[in-house]
Each structure stands twice: as C-alpha cells, then as structure tokens.
C-alpha cells in the first residue's frame, strides 16, 4: 500500500486546510485509514481513524474541529481542519492498517500554524 498525503502549508490561526491523502496498491487488504500528527520533540499521536466499517474515532480534543472522511471512489483520505491554533503546528502523516495490523505509512505533509 502506498500512500500520498498533500495539502499542508503555511495558515494563520484560525484559518482552515484540508489534507488528502491518495491510497494505492493493496486498498481492499485495508482495516482502517487515519491521521496521526507529529510536532517537534513530541511523539506522533492520533488525530483521527476511520475504519472500513465507517467507524470514526478523533483525539477528544480535536473532534470539534477536525472531521475525517473518505472518497472511496477516489481512494482519498481527507482532514478538515478548521479554527487552526498554533498547538496544531505538527507533520501529519497518514496513515493505513491492513487485516493482520500492518501499518503503512505517507511521507508527511507539515501545518504550520502562525501568524
């Protein structure tokens, strides 16, 4: 499974962005989708997770203003990211688990959040 996030950049806070990330290869051998986020000197965390089922399960902190869905057509992950703060500033990478709990992983696309 290869994965390519897009859609990160420079925001100011409380402004909006939308992450995407293109799934190919192995799609059908996938549990579940998500984003995680990284921000320097900290571990990466998880954001948001969608499984195959439509399960969806946020950070409680972040459910207010993120939401994650999928293009299944299209093979597209997406984050709406909405009223940023500088606290969100991280990589995100995305993210998918296979049946037997492989995890695959995107380069990352970096938020920074500023004004």
């Known amino acids: 499974v290869q994965l390519q996030a897009s859609g990160g950049g420079l925001v100011q806070p409380g402004g909006s962005l939308r992450l995407s990330c293109v799934a190919s290869?192995?799609?059908?051998?996938?549990?579940?989708m998500g984003w995680y986020r990284q921000a320097p000197g900290k571990q990466r965390d998880l954001v948001a997770l969608?499984?195959?089922?439509?399960?969806?399960n946020y950070l409680d902190s972040l459910k207010d203003r993120f939401t994650i869905s999928r293009d299944n057509a299209k093979n597209t992950l997406y984050l709406q990211m909405n009223s940023l703060k500088p606290e969100d500033t991280a990589v995100y990478y995305c993210?998918?688990?296979?049946?037997?709990?492989?995890?695959?992983w995107g380069q990352g696309t970096l938020v920074t959040v500023s004004s």
């Open positions: 969608i499984t195959t089922g439509g399960t969806i």
């Open positions: 993210n998918a688990r296979d049946w037997g709990s492989v995890n695959f």
């Open positions: 290869g192995r799609i059908l051998s996938l549990a579940s």
